[in-house]
């Protein structure tokens, strides 16, 4: 039994590494000099430890502002999104009006519509009200979504309905029952719609492509392409940039797994 043990753990471990190398080889490579880096085959460690890759990303591209324009971007997206999901989850769930079942039916239907489709009529709205290069043109057309309104029904159905008939009993209407019973009780759902919600948008590419054209109002995902552009065959100076623009995302991921999990799962097994 204990070599059982022993051989799982070990697996486990090797996993582990086989999973985390690319993340470990970008530390590595990013405090690496340029003349390490372009070696062939290229060492798995730096001669010596120097941070200097860092500050010369900083004074090529504006990091720390893609940055900033991805943490307000992705934050308020976010907090949008748990508004809308919660109040639009709470109606499907508790609230009882006509054709209720067949409006949920194409609500969901909408997250089978590929992002394509929607991106030009999108581009064009935005074009026409005078947001491209803005926040709200980065914000507006995800401050709703199918899946965060589908996650969080899933997770008010699993809230004991003797709570919300005894405050039906009680004289409590939809407002008081929805601030004060389902969001606190439905938290894991709501940081699990969070989290995924803040990397998802964290991480989005083509659409600050498209309605982004001055420098400070790109994304970090921009800015990656742009440290490529602007030091194509210094690897050093771009795992560095990477790395750097990654970290938020990363810290947020550690922090928030475990009710990302708990959430998604939610639902999964009766019980």
Known sequence: MASSTLLNYVLLVVCALLITFPL??????????????????PPLLPESISLHNYMKVIETVPVLRFITNSFWV??????????????????????????KTLLFSLFLSTMMVPWEVIMIPNYLTIKSWGWLDSYPGLIVPFLATAFGTFLLRQTFLQLPKELFEAARVDGCGHI???????????????ATLGVYSFLNHWNMYLWPLLTTNREEMRTVQIGVGMLQFEEMNAWNLILSGVLLMLLPSLLLLALGLKPLIR???????KG
């Open 74 to 99: 992705s934050l308020v997206i976010m907090l949008g999104q748990i508004v809308t999901s919660s109040l639009a989850a709470y109606a499907f769930a508790f609230m009882r009006f006509p054709g």
């Open 24 to 41: 470990l080889y970008t530390l590595s490579s990013s405090m690496m000099t340029e003349a390490e880096s372009s070696v062939y085959p």
């Open 176 to 190: 008081r029952t929805f601030i004060t019973m389902a969001l606190p009780l439905s938290l894991p759902g709501i």
């Open 263 to 269: 959430g998604i799962t939610a639902g999964a097994l």
